[in-house]
């Protein structure tokens, strides 16, 4: 735990600069003042609100990964904002209850979800690509290729 209060968010990692979670005075465990509740207070929803992703950079593009079983394409929403911030979100409906259902156990999520990532300059933010195959959303985000650096011989004079 922390001894510095969360107020305005909080980072996947402290490491990376560039992805801030939402912040989310609701969300169970997330008190600045109480530390981590959650195990008291976790709801069915809180799993798919805090959908982890896997943002890995290759020489030629920025790729995130997110497992997202259950859930189809159209229930997906990938944006670009403010220039330079990608917005992935999406929602998983409860399960409509019959009357006529008895229910022995309720395990798997349903709620919101919301990422937001800051992408480096570097980012093609026109050219982002998105695929969705077996559960996995894969987000592409091509990177501008890195200028070769200008080597000039000079001469010595003398």
């Known amino acids: 735990m922390s001894l510095v209060p969360r107020f305005f968010g909080r980072r996947s990692s402290v490491f990376d600069p560039f992805s801030l979670d939402l912040w989310d005075p609701f969300e169970s ?9 959650a195990p ?4 069915d929803a809180t799993a798919i609100a805090n959908t982890r992703l896997d943002w890995k950079e290759t020489p030629d593009a920025h790729i995130f990964k997110a497992d997202l079983p259950g859930l189809k ?4 929403k990938i944006e670009v904002q ?3 911030v990608l917005k992935i979100s999406g929602e998983r409906k409860k399960e409509e209850e019959k009357k006529t259902d008895k229910w022995h156990r309720i395990e798997r999520s349903h ?10 300059e570097n980012a093609k933010v026109d050219q982002v690509k998105a695929t969705m195959e077996n559960g996995v959303l894969t ?8 200028p070769k650096p200008e080597v000039r011989a ?5």
């Open 29 to 37: 465990g997330n008190s600045p003042f109480f530390g981590d509740t």
């Open 40 to 43: 008291l207070a976790r709801n």
């Open 73 to 76: 394409k159209e229930e997906v």
């Open 82 to 84: 403010d220039d330079r």
């Open 111 to 120: 709620g919101k979800f919301l990422r937001r990532f800051r992408l480096p």
């Open 139 to 146: 987000v592409t985000v091509p990177k501008q290729p890195q």
């Open 154 to 158: 000079i001469e010595i004079s003398g």
